[in-house]
């Protein structure tokens, strides 16, 4: 349980319209202009205070009801958002007690914090195999909203995947986000003949900036490939082995699409620039990639949507990019992918 | 698709053999792939590379030398040698001789029946034997493996790597030292086989040039390369040199080859 | 001189032992005359892992080694190859060499990894061999350890399995030939008496020879090589006369028996699946009878008129 002081009021908001809640014989609508005294919020064992608190600062910069009543909206979209509460319910009193002013508010939140520890089981059916994955989850590790989770995937063609997560909100603040990833995965390029293998660690931060979300993260990843077949071409043959690579990525991207999968409207704009080998490792490459997504409804359900992708890459050692780094025209799901069937493509 | 990639494999095989059954001599380059040979190479590869490069000076055949520090994972067997022939790629001692054989190239031509089932037989004795022996002391004696082949193997990779791969093929080592029930004999032991080995190919050698009658064959190859890693790889001691030193006949037969099938290339070296 | 006792895997089909080793040494003991005493039915748990040939000799244990028990014997003067050449005792060494390269592997092969013989014929006969409740669990790993063995050693990934079958039989019988031509005429490989090399080659071929495999690509071409298969039974009866005897008898009666008899097998086979078909059939009508997944009503053929009953 939480209660603070009422801060001094910020400009107001505009009134629109009329908004009306009984309480006693009070009236307000929502150009009243109130002070939010307390903040409440009931139900917390495992969630820590200061983090409740950063969530719920903005109520008190709420002028007027209407204010107050879409920060609470607001609040409680965010509580719900960092995945700890199962259910989040608000209640909006007058104040009472010492220290209550005409105007003042009670706001109380009833949170009902959710299991911490989950597991999950499903199949997934990607490229070339399908795969069933088992995950465990533990959410709010120390109690700030972080998550930890862990997947075992396990192919049709034998390859086994895990992946373990730990991701937390930096400062208390939903939108920047630091994430720590280990990983084992693999992956086979049947047109060229060959299987890489991954074993790796990612770490990354992401924040919102002014134009749009950047990211920033390193990642080491030791990389295996090997052929799948005797015939595969000696080109391919000879990039076989291990290598790491240890890469530097800065990425920013502008999504303004209302769904990721299927947009209907709204577009993606994302650009993305890696720097390999200055932290270590043994390939080393300045790698630049764009992407842009446009949406547009035309009329009833049709949709039109353009997705064009580009990217440079240059070797900073000597030797000449090795094939898993390379970019690879579309992927297997794609009509360019089909085209290119019969010949043994490097990419 | 296994069996549409094996029908395929021998459907070109077939017809390789076919056009080339005939042939002599090769018409393409030869490109011989091996792991670096200064910093890279461990006891038992050495061994066998050099079992191979000797077998194609004999058969006069001009290969052009590739190093690569991922010789063993270009390889399709995962052993190294390999030897590159326009598309063709054969890996190993044995799949090499009998590609060579295809091709009408074979030292053993004039061998009679009784003296090819001996020299297969003691082709058999040193790979068993030398080849084991080597493997066992280079990555099962700890003292070898962390001073000498660990380093080695992983020399070409950057840290992490170069810890985790030698680790890896010291498993594997492990394993397959362990399936054939050298796991349990211990280094003297080891030794002691060795020293069994070398008398026995002493004894058959005697006094002759080389094994079976005046020219080489490709037991010669097979027995000089492993006998010449055996006595100019540097270990943490001489004790394998030695046993090779307490044969002459052995000592005489690699100086031997070595001046016949070596001078050239040693004399480049030196230049 | 302390006491000499092997203990090892038992035989069968006129074999006394069916593991190679412990075929070896026992025909090794029969040549130099050495009086070991051996069991084939000492209780496992001593060999929890089924490691046979086990040797004792007083206070000392050998283990899982023909090499070691043979060069043992050597030492205590029970020794063939005294009197050969330095070069026939090479040869000895590489022709040993030889038949571990070459021809284990295709025994290996015909005893766990040819899928009918493994299911068909040595699990069975293992899980018999081995006593409770080593019979469970032996059987497996023994298949486990020649699988990884084949695999190691001429398998791999790179190698498909119809390829290592064609390759290992291969190998085998090229292997075959060269025994045979190095035997050629001769009583035993080096002249009139035997070697360690001719108890090892015994060894090899009794077991191609005498163990009934459902598959075996191999005895068709061991016969071929008629010295191969002259020398092994000349052995045979020579130094195992009893088993070589009770061996014929048994194959008579089965010849006898089989004949009129070959039918015999296929109705029990008919009436065991017929058998096992109705009890499935009884116990699922039982089962959703009895858990009401299925409801009978037994309805009269009139219709009974209801005899006024109104409340």
């Not at chain 1, 291990?242 to 303004?256: G, M, N, P």
């Not at chain 3, 409740?133 to 695999?151: C, Q, S, V």
Request: hydrophobic share 40%; net charge negative.
């Amino acid at each position: 349980m939480i209660s603070a002081r009422a801060k001094e009021a910020v400009a107001g908001g505009r009134s629109m319209g009329d908004h009306h809640v009984h309480t006693k014989e009070t009236v307000f609508d929502g150009s009243n202009f109130v002070k939010v005294d307390k903040v409440r919020v009931q139900g917390l064992s495992k969630t820590k205070n200061d983090f409740i608190v950063h969530q719920c600062k903005e109520l008190f910069g709420a002028a007027t009801f209407k204010d107050v009543i879409l920060s609470c909206n607001d609040v409680k979209q965010k509580l719900e958002r960092a995945g700890i509460f199962r259910s989040v319910s608000v209640i909006i009193d007058t104040s009472k007690g010492p220290g209550a002013h005409k105007d003042g508010l009670d706001i109380i939140f009833n949170v009902k914090e959710g299991k911490r520890l989950s597991a999950s089981a499903h199949t997934a059916v990607g490229n070339n195999e399908g795969s069933l994955v088992l995950g465990g989850k533990l959410a709010n590790v120390f109690g700030r909203a972080e998550m930890l989770s862990l997947e075992y995937s396990r192919g049709t063609r034998q390859s086994t995947g895990y992946n373990l997560t730990f991701f937390k909100p930096v400062s208390n603040e939903l939108t920047r986000r630091l994430t720590v990833r280990g990983f084992k995965s693999s992956a086979e390029y049947l047109l060229s003949s060959f299987r890489e293998t991954g074993r790796g660690a990612v770490v990354d931060y992401m924040f919102p900036g002014p134009l749009g979300l950047q990211t920033f993260s390193w990642e080491g990843i030791w990389r295996e490939v090997d052929c799948l077949t005797r015939t595969a071409s000696f080109p391919v043959r000879e990039q076989c082995g291990h290598s790491l690579k240890s890469s530097v990525k800065h990425i920013f991207a502008r999504d303004t699409r209302d769904e990721g999968v299927y947009p209907s409207r709204g577009y993606l704009f994302k650009l993305v620039q890696e720097f390999a080998g200055y932290t270590g490792g043994d390939v080393k490459f300045v790698k630049g990639e764009a992407e842009i997504q446009l949406n547009q409804r035309l009329f009833s359900d049709i949709i039109f949507s353009c997705h064009l992708q580009g990217g440079l890459m240059k070797s900073m050692s000597g030797d000449s990019v090795r094939i898993n780094d390379r970019f690879f025209l579309g992927g297997p799901t794609d009509v360019r992918e089909k085209l290119c069937k019969y010949s043994n493509t490097l990419g | 698709m296994r069996k549409t990639y094996s029908k395929m494999l021998q459907q070109s095989f077939i017809d390789f053999c076919l056009r080339n059954l005939q042939a002599t001599g090769m018409d393409e380059e030869v490109e011989l792939f091996q792991p670096f040979q200064k910093e890279q190479i461990t006891l038992p590869e050495e061994a066998q590379c050099m079992a191979v490069k000797t077998l194609l000076h004999m058969c006069n055949l001009q290969f052009a030398l590739r190093l690569r520090s991922n010789a063993e994972f270009m390889s399709p067997s995962g052993g190294v040698p390999f030897i590159k022939v326009g598309a063709q790629i054969v890996s190993e001692f044995d799949p090499i001789v009998e590609y060579l054989d295809l091709k009408g190239i074979s030292l053993s031509q004039e061998l009679s029946g009784a003296q090819r089932s001996e020299m297969k037989a003691y082709m058999a004795l040193t790979i068993n034997r030398f080849y084991n022996a080597e493997v066992f002391l280079s990555w099962y004696c700890e003292a070898i493996a962390e001073k000498i082949t660990k380093p080695r193997y992983g020399a070409p990779y950057a840290w992490p790597l170069n810890k985790i791969l030698p680790w890896y093929k010291q498993q594997e080592a492990k394993k397959y030292l362990k399936v054939q029930g050298w796991l349990e004999k211990s280094q003297d032991e080891v030794y002691e086989e060795l020293k069994m080995a070398c008398k026995a190919l002493s004894d058959k050698l005697g006094d002759q040039y080389y094994f079976f009658l005046d020219r080489p064959s490709e037991l010669d190859a097979l027995v000089f390369g492993h006998l010449y890693s055996l006595l100019t790889f540097q270990l943490i001691d001489d004790k394998m040199a030695d046993i090779v030193n307490s044969f002459p006949s052995l000592t005489r037969f690699v100086e031997r080859i070595q001046d016949t099938y070596f001078a050239g290339a040693a004399a480049e070296e030196n230049s | 001189m302390a006491a000499m006792e092997m203990e090892c895997l038992k035989g069968d089909w006129g074999l006394p032992s069916v593991n190679l080793k412990c075929l070896n040494i026992m025909t090794y003991s029969l040549f130099v005359e050495a009086p070991i005493k051996f069991y084939d039915d000492r209780m496992l748990w001593r060999n929890l892992f089924a490691q046979f040939p086990v040797f004792r000799s007083g206070e000392m244990v050998l283990y899982n080694s023909d090499e070691k028990i043979i060069r043992y014997l050597k030492e205590r003067n029970f020794n063939t190859d005294a009197r050969l050449t330095d070069q026939q005792r090479a040869d000895i060494l590489a022709y040993s060499a030889l038949l571990e390269e070459r021809l284990l592997p295709a025994v290996l092969y015909l005893w766990w990894m040819d899928a009918k013989n493994n299911v068909e014929f040595s699990r069975p006969w293992y899980s018999k061999a081995f006593h409770f409740p080593f019979n469970y669990f032996l059987p497996g790993r023994i298949h486990k350890a020649a699988e990884e063995r084949l695999e190691c050693t001429v398998g791999g990934n790179h190698v498909l399995p119809e390829e290592l079958r064609t390759k290992i039989f291969k190998d085998a019988e090229e292997c075959l030939d060269m025994l045979s031509e190095k035997l050629s005429d001769k009583t035993f490989f080096f002249g009139d008496s035997p070697s360690s090399l001719d108890s090892l080659v015994f060894s090899y071929l009794a077991s191609l020879l005498r163990v009934p495999f459902p598959n075996n690509d191999l005895k068709d071409h061991l016969k071929q090589s008629e010295n191969l298969w002259l020398y092994c039974s000349r052995i045979l009866q020579r130094y195992y006369p009893t088993s070589a005897e009770e061996e014929t008898e048994r194959k008579e009666q089965e010849d006898a028996r089989r004949t009129p008899g070959s039918i015999d097998e296929d109705p029990h086979k008919v009436r065991n699946i017929i058998l096992s078909v109705a009890f499935a059939v009884c116990a699922l009508v039982g089962y959703s009878l009895l858990s009401g997944l299925v409801q009978l009503e037994v309805m009269d053929g009139s219709d009974d008129m209801d005899e006024g009953e109104v409340d």
